[in-house]
């Protein structure tokens, strides 16, 4: 389990093999309960349980504020609420735990909010039966563009980093560099125990002047899409070892 990822065919069949006698498999599917099972040789039929998340969300200063993150704790305890969204990188690509990602620690995403305790907080969550869902901003990332200005949206006329309306700065989506960086945050959040990734911002700026901004490739809409949806299933690829599941907002 754990090492590699075998999807369904449209009528949810699926082959794997050859495997040791009693090996253990993650079954997962969108929308349902996942399921640890041992496989045998010959039909194997696994059925799941369905399962509605509804949560609360918990932006970067909301979780490392202690008057809010207990409000949202105690209404995870007395309503139906079941989930909750934790943002691992915030819009301004700060993380709120002492991150292990080389490149973070470089670029200062160690910012305000450290809460050394978040893994204790994670694992009573998990305890409660509490669906954990790690919030990772992609492209929007006021700290990574700043210390690696070769890898943001620059400003066509002054050849800097271009700024938002919030005066913040993007990534270049075109760029792999930025995608690894994404996946390793990603990768470290999965193995903490989160049970999904929630991926957003995963699109080019929109908000500002980005009639004036420059990229390391030709910004048209071929490449624009080839962009996206090649960093979506390179994250898949390499995130499946871990089991999370995956959810991206787009624009």
Known sequence: MGRSEVRTDAHGRYTIGPLAPDTTVLVKAPGYEQRQVSIRPGWTTIALAPRIIKAAYLTYYGVGDKTIRERVFELLERT?????????KGDRGFIPYPTQVPLAVEAGALGP??????????????????YTIARIVVFKDN????????????????????????????????????????????????????????FDYVRFPTDGKPTITSYSKPN????????????LARARRELAPTGVFLAADIF
Not at 80 to 88: F, G, K, P, Q, R
Not at 166 to 194: H, N
């Open 143 to 198: 700290v990574l563009a700043r210390y690696r200005p070769e890898w943001a949206v620059l400003d066509a006329r002054t050849g800097k980093p271009w700024l938002d309306n919030e005066r913040l700065t993007w990534l270049d989506p075109f760029r792999e560099e930025v995608w690894r960086y994404v996946i390793a945050v990603a990768r470290e959040a999965a193995l903490k125990g989160f049970d999904e990734i929630q």
């Open 220 to 231: 048209t809409k071929e490449n624009r899409l080839q962009a996206i949806s090649t960093f």
């Open 80 to 88: 139906e609420l079941n989930a909750v969204v934790i943002d691992v």
């Open 113 to 130: 909010v450290r809460l050394r305790d978040f893994d204790e907080m994670l694992a009573q969550l998990k305890a409660k039966g509490i």
